[in-house]
């Protein structure tokens, strides 16, 4: 009998961590993933990649300090924040849950126009279907196991799919190699937007979160949290470089993707154009699945935010939950700007967010060695940390103008 306690106890904790990896990809991998990837390969076509290669190391270093930073602390980022420097959580918090919300509408649309792609569903309709869903999960007595079950079939789903048809479009992988390193264009407006949409804003905080309320923090669990972090941001990379291919084989056939008109949606065009009424089928599935895993995400790790204002017990959190997809809703419903734009736009509103928090974590591993139970942060990674954030403070600089114009301001 004695046997089988650890292993039991080790099943669990493997499923809590795969739930916290697959919390961080799929939160990354949403509507907003997959319709930025279409609309920057529509405009750089296959020196877009070195955009993918420089999104894929800042997010790791990103990820990884602040997933071990927020393991040593056992606090969540809003707590570690506060304790830092006095405000700062609060700070944090309310662009962390405007950030989400801005994200939480464009996973709402995304969720509609998947629907709309699978069975022809109107988007408004569509995207009221699916948060009521979401909303049901977080019901739900079951809610903890739903969302950590539903997560990880829905990335398997979505990674499939999505290589089924890079397979058909026959991109020009040897092309796209080259310019992963020697790239014909380096845009920073680009590269903002994707690592906003892949770290910024909430996304950064979703798998770190989920493992502080599954209690795998400390020192004793930090090999597994680093591991955790690492294949969370490689499965995301793999994601993104897989689409990319996909739509660059349609990109580089010739043909031309609508990125203007208000009904554009560049992955949908693209999908159809690689494997006709079969591959539209498969895009909506994908988007769905993108956009709904991202809904729950969005909203859990925004809610997860809030007890920096005010203790909340599990049941409180659940209503909160509740009532930011609702007003996500609401606003999707009375909202007229096209959504393709709305969701390239929440990347780079969410990527100019990530040097505030990058800012305060690399203070915190240099000189709150007390916030962290007395632990010596590895000093490589925080040179890399603080050299990323400075790199993103730089980017935003740069793209804060090109990123408002994506809505229009």
Not at 21 to 29: G, K
Not at 101 to 110: D, E, H, S, Y
Not at 118 to 132: E, R, T, V, W
């Amino acid at each position: 009998m004695k046997n089988d306690l650890p292993s039991a106890s080790a099943a669990t904790m493997r499923g809590s961590f795969m739930a916290a990896i697959f919390l961080m990809a799929t939160s990354a991998i949403g509507p907003g993933f997959i319709t930025q990837t279409a609309t920057f390969t529509a405009k750089l076509g296959a020196a877009f990649a070195f955009a993918i290669l420089a999104s894929v190391l800042i997010d790791f270093v990103v990820q990884l300090n602040i997933w071990r930073i927020t393991a040593l602390t056992r606090k969540r980022a809003s707590e570690t924040a506060n304790a830092a420097i006095p405000g700062a959580g609060y700070l944090l918090a309310i662009l962390v849950i405007i950030g989400g919300l801005a994200f939480n509408v464009g996973n709402i649309a995304g969720a509609g126009l998947g629907l709309n792609a699978m069975i022809g569903l109107d988007p408004k309709i569509g995207g009221a279907i699916s948060a009521l869903m979401a909303i049901g999960i977080f019901l739900s007595k079951r809610a903890g196991v739903l969302l950590d079950r539903m997560i990880i079939v829905l990335g398997f789903v979505m990674i499939a799919l999505t290589l089924f048809v890079a397979v058909i479009s026959n991109p020009p992988v040897g092309e796209a190699l080259r310019q992963t390193i020697l790239p014909d264009t380096i845009d920073f407006a680009t590269i903002t937007t994707i690592v906003g949409g892949t770290v910024g804003g909430y996304i950064t905080y979703s798998g770190a979160h989920r493992l502080i309320d599954k209690g795998l923090t400390g020192p004793e669990n930090l090999a597994a949290v680093t591991r955790a972090a690492l294949t969370g941001i490689a499965v995301t990379g793999v994601m993104r470089f897989v689409l990319f291919l996909a739509i660059l084989g349609v990109v580089a056939g010739g043909v031309t993707l609508d990125l203007s008109s208000k009904a554009a949606n560049p992955a949908a065009q693209a999908f159809f154009t690689a494997a006709g009424q079969i591959g539209l089928r498969v895009f909506g599935i994908v988007f769905w699945a993108a956009a709904i895993t991202s809904v729950i995400g969005a909203a859990y790790t925004s809610v997860s935010f809030l007890p920096v204002f005010k203790p909340m017990s599990d049941r409180a959190r659940d209503i909160a939950t509740v009532i930011f997809i609702t007003v996500s809703l609401a606003v999707y419903i009375a909202m007229t700007t096209p959504p393709a734009a709305i969701l390239v736009f929440v990347g780079g509103f969410n990527g100019l967010i990530l040097p505030i928090g990058l800012t305060i974590f690399t203070y915190v591993g240099f000189a709150r060695a007390d916030l962290m139970g007395g632990h010596r942060y590895n000093r490589p990674l925080l040179i890399a940390n603080a050299a990323v954030c400075a790199l993103t403070w730089f980017m935003g600089y740069k793209s804060i103008g090109t990123i408002f114009a994506f809505v229009g301001l």
